[in-house]
């Protein structure tokens, strides 16, 4: 799960997971193939756990969760 409404441009996500992180115009992360909610959270079921894991340690805001067990509350 990725909360872009937290996202402070900081870019590591992007450096850290390519594939599934893009910078956007607005300078914010876009998670690629993510399902994104008019509530600014993305859902991604990932198969590379450790891209992912890699991607939401760098994140100093932690805007990226990689377990949520109640996501379908969320989007």
Do not use: Q
């Not at 079921?45 to 932690?62: L, T």
């Amino acid at each position: 799960v990725y909360y872009r409404e937290f996202c402070i441009v900081a870019g590591s996500c992007a450096a850290m997971d390519p594939k599934r992180f893009v910078m956007a115009n607005d300078g914010k992360a876009n998670l690629i193939g993510g399902k994104n909610t008019e509530k600014e959270i993305w859902a991604l079921d990932a198969d590379d756990e450790e891209a992912i894991h890699d991607a939401a340690e760098s994140c100093p805001v932690d805007a990226i969760i990689r377990d949520c067990p109640k996501i379908d509350m969320l989007i």
